[in-house]
C-alpha cells in the first residue's frame, strides 16, 4: 500500500525552478531516502511535500491529493517535518517542546505516555526535560526534533539531514533510535541524508537526486553496490 506518492513534482521558489521533476513512492510503514549532493533538490523534495514550496504535478497521501495544502494542513493529516537545522524552540524546555509536538491531540493520559517513550528512545534528553532547547547539545536538539515530532503521532516522518554537524558517533545513536522508532511504531520516514552509510542503515530504497530530478532510484542493497553510489557516497 502506498502512503505518499510524488509524480514528477516540480517546485520554484518565485521565478527559480528548482525541481524539474521528482517521483518516488513511500509505502505504508515504509522508510525511503533522499540522497544527493548539495543544492541538488533534496529540502526541497520535502518542502514540496509539507506546503511550503509552491509546486507542480502530483502528489498524494493515503489516496488524497494534498499538493498545493498549506502546512498546517499537510500535519494535521499525519505528516510531520523535521526540517534541517532542527527547529526545535530554543527558549521552551525539554518537555514544552515535547507537548509543542502533541498539540493537536487531546488525549492527554496517550500524551503522557508518548513522552516517556520519547525519553526511553532518547535517554540523553531525561536529564535535561527542564532545560531549555538552547541550552542543548546538537545532538541532543536532533533528538528532541524528532521526538517533538513523533509526539504528534504521524503516519509519515519526513527528515532531514539528521546527522548534520554532529559527531559520527553521535549520529550513530541517533539513527540508532530513529531505526528503533520505526520498528516500534510503524511509522513511515522519507529521510534525506548526505551520510549514505546512515541513510542505507535505516532505508530500503532510495533515490538520488541531480538537479531536481531523480538520477537513480533503488533498493538499498542495489545503490551500495553501484560504482558511482561508492564513489560518491560511501568512500571508495
Ligand atoms: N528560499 C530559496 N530561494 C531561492 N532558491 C532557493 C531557496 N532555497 C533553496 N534554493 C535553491 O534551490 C536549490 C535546491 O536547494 P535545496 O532543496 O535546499 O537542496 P539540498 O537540500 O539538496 O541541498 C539550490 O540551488 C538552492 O540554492
Ligand atoms: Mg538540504
Request: glycine share 12%; proline share 3%.
Amino acid at each position: 500500500m502506498t502512503l505518499l506518492e510524488l509524480v514528477d513534482v516540480t517546485a520554484a521558489y518565485g521565478p527559480v525552478q528548482v525541481l524539474e521533476s521528482v517521483s518516488l513512492e513511500v509505502p505504508e510503514g515504509g522508510a525511503v531516502g533522499i540522497l544527493g549532493a548539495n543544492g541538488a533538490g533534496k529540502t526541497t523534495t520535502l518542502r514540496a511535500i509539507s506546503g511550503t514550496v509552491r509546486t507542480g504535478g502530483k502528489i498524494s497521501f493515503d489516496g488524497r491529493d494534498i499538493r498545493g495544502l498549506g502546512p498546517d494542513k499537510v500535519a494535521a493529516l499525519g505528516i510531520a517535518h523535521v526540517p534541517e537545522g532542527r527547529g526545535t524552540l530554543g527558549q521552551l524546555t525539554v518537555r514544552e517542546n515535547l507537548r509543542v509536538g502533541a498539540y493537536l491531540r487531546k488525549d492527554r493520559k496517550a500524551i503522557a505516555a508518548d513522552i516517556d517513550y520519547c525519553l526511553d528512545l532518547f535517554p540523553n534528553l531525561q536529564a535535561r526535560i527542564g532545560s531549555s532547547a538552547a541550552a542543548l547539545s546538537g545532538g541532543e536538539q536532533q533528538m528532541l526534533a524528532v521526538g517533538r515530532a513523533f509526539m504528534a503521532k504521524p503516519r509519515l516522518l519526513l527528515l532531514d539531514e539528521a546527522s548534520l554537524g554532529l559527531a559520527p558517533s553521535t549520529a550513530k545513536l541517533v539513527y540508532e533510535a530513529i531505526g528503533r522508532l520505526r520498528k516500534e511504531s510503524g511509522i513511515a520516514m522519507l529521510i534525506v541524508e548526505q551520510n549514505a552509510n546512515l541513510a542505507f542503515s535505516l532505508v530500503d530504497t532510495a533515490t538520488v537526486l541531480e538537479t531536481g530530478r531523480n538520477a537513480l532510484t533503488g533498493t538499498s542493497a542495489e545503490l551500495k553496490g553501484m560504482d558511482e553510489i561508492r564513489r560518491a557516497y560511501l568512500g571508495g
